[in-house]
Nanobody
Framework: QVQLVESGGGLVQVGGSLRLSCAAS????????MGWYRQPPGKRRELVAI???????NVADPVKGRFTISRDSAKNTVTLQMNSLNAEDTAVYYC?????????????WGQGTQVTVSS
């Protein structure tokens, strides 16, 4: 089992910034991929950004240039720096951990943290 604990969500005005952090613990196996997904109100969960153990990132187009993902593999943490926030960024943000064993993918989710951007 892997536990993921998110922090840093909240209410911010349009154009503002927030930093989300996620700490992973438990049966962590390297290499792995960690990252963030979000679920806007009434919509499906979507990718925000992920980062591999080696530091390779995949950032979704809607947030590219505004959000930055980073990780500290020694501390098992992943951080999402969100700048120039707009109303479309309002969502519940979920931390994700995934590990592949050949064709089998094991993944875990955090409990989610609310980000609300107000105008």
């Amino acid at each position: 089992q892997v536990q993921l604990v998110e922090s840093g969500g909240g209410l911010v005005q349009v154009g503002g910034s927030l930093r989300l952090s996620c700490a992973a613990s438990g049966n962590l196996v390297s290499p792995n991929t960690m990252g963030w997904y979000r679920q806007p109100p009434g919509k499906r969960r979507e990718l925000v950004a992920i980062i591999t153990y080696g530091g390779v990132t995949n950032v979704a187009d809607p947030v590219k240039g505004r959000f930055t993902i980073s990780r500290d593999s020694a501390k098992n943490t992943v951080t999402l720096q969100m700048n120039s926030l707009n109303a479309e960024d309002t969502a519940v943000y979920y931390c994700n951990y995934k590990k592949s064993y050949g064709p089998t993918l094991i993944e875990y989710w955090g409990q989610g943290t609310q980000v609300t951007v107000s105008s």
